[in-house]
């Protein structure tokens, strides 16, 4: 039978991730957000994580050493979409946003101080794209970082594409690229991996689950961690939106982000 969302069950192998089971209290589930937790949506404003699952980062934190989502949203989005994780769970359970340039901290957003200088770049480039971006192309300011999504107009790739190089080559912000998206943010050494190698260093076993290409420093670092002794686990939330280097790096591959819950539940119910 399958079993509901956010349910554990035994009758599911979710292969590698079983070495995580072994020394719960030494170990890290990391987990990135969009496409992972929560159903990727045509408007990313409206994203909201699936039933359950902010409970299962609350039984999970009980269990784990460290857990955390790692996502390039704001952490003021990511606070707002797991709240009730945030106030009902231990201060293991982190909440990292814009790749590790922001954080939750008691309940409130700090913010690395390094991105200050770039501040006037990214706010004329949300200015810019704007008042250029074709109707139905999404501009998404994250304060830090500007995201354009044109998944509700894939014909306006190309001047996504565009605008994104135009901007990173003239002010020297860094060019992230993402389902039907593109980012622009400070070129600051932040991204899934420096958190993910930083949440997870000393742990005896750590996977990360992620769906995208801002995942793949994520899946390195746990590379990084696994020579040092770490029993570490890769986990692909594929679709054929994903680039084919997540999965062909993965140790462990689901289909959508109810697997990917299906799996959470089953570490914190082990
Ligand atoms: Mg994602």
Known sequence: MTPAVGEASDERDFGALAVLRDQPAASAVLTDFDGTLAPIVADPAHAQPLPGA????????????????????????????????????PANLRLVGLYGLQWVEGGAVRQDPAVDPW????????????????????????????????????????????????????????????????????PLPADKGA???????????????????????????????AAAGCRA????????????????????VLADPAQALAALAWLADS
């Open 54 to 89: 902010d409970m299962v980062l609350v039984r999970l934190a009980h269990r784990f050493r460290t857990v955390a989502v790692v996502s390039g949203r704001p952490a003021a989005f990511l606070l707002d979409r797991v709240g009730v994780a945030a106030r009902h769970a």
């Open 119 to 186: 501040l006037p770049a990214v706010a004329a480039a949300a200015d810019a794209a704007d008042a250029a971006a074709p109707p139905g192309v999404g501009v998404e300011r994250k304060g830090v970082s500007l995201t354009l999504h044109w998944r509700t107009r894939p014909d306006a790739a190309g001047w996504a594409a565009d605008f994104g190089r135009r901007w990173a080559a003239e002010r020297g912000l860094h060019l992230q690229p993402g389902r039907m998206s593109l980012e622009l943010r400070p």
């Open 195 to 225: 958190v993910v190698e930083r949440l997870g260093a000393g742990a005896a076993a750590a996977c990360f689950l992620g769906d995208d290409a801002g995942d793949l420093p994520a899946f390195a670092a746990l590379d990084r961690l």
């Open 233 to 252: 686990v890769k986990v692909a939330v594929a679709t054929e939106e994903s680039p084919p280097e997540l999965a062909a790096a993965a140790d462990v």
